[in-house]
């Protein structure tokens, strides 16, 4: 049974950090590319970074760039997106997905966690 349980969400204040992490049960997770999205309400879900299988690609769209950083622990089977600078503009659920293309398009979604920046 394929799991992809986020944790590490909650309030902060602007300027703060944290640290989201994406438990992955139930797949070869090494295989798997992997990333975080987030979408804020009345907003469509954005890619916020990825990572490659083995971790040595990551991207990232440009408004948290020098501010978040995807890595991956495959002995763990575990992605983290570690947020610091937070804005208000961050505010959203983050989700993470993994994806594999073999034959066919394979990906996986969790359930997400909400992240709330407010003073």
């Known amino acids: 049974q394929v799991q992809l349980v986020e944790s590490g969400g909650g309030l902060v204040q602007p300027g703060g950090s944290l640290r989201l992490s994406c438990a992955a049960s139930?797949?070869?997770?090494?295989?798997?590319?992997m990333s975080w999205y987030r979408q804020a309400p009345g907003k469509e879900r954005e890619s916020v970074a990825s990572?490659?299988?083995?971790?040595?690609?990551?991207n990232y769209v440009d408004s948290v760039k020098g501010r978040f950083t995807i890595s991956r622990d495959n002995a763990k089977n575990t992605v983290y997106l570690q947020m610091n600078s937070l804005k208000p503009e961050d505010t959203a659920v983050y989700y993470c997905?993994?994806?594999?293309?073999?034959?066919?398009?394979?990906?996986?979604w969790g359930q997400g966690t909400q992240v709330t920046v407010s003073s």
């Open positions: 139930g797949f070869t997770f090494s295989s798997y590319a």
């Open positions: 990572i490659s299988s083995g971790g040595g690609v990551t």
């Open positions: 997905k993994a994806l594999i293309v073999y034959k066919n398009l394979i990906e996986y």
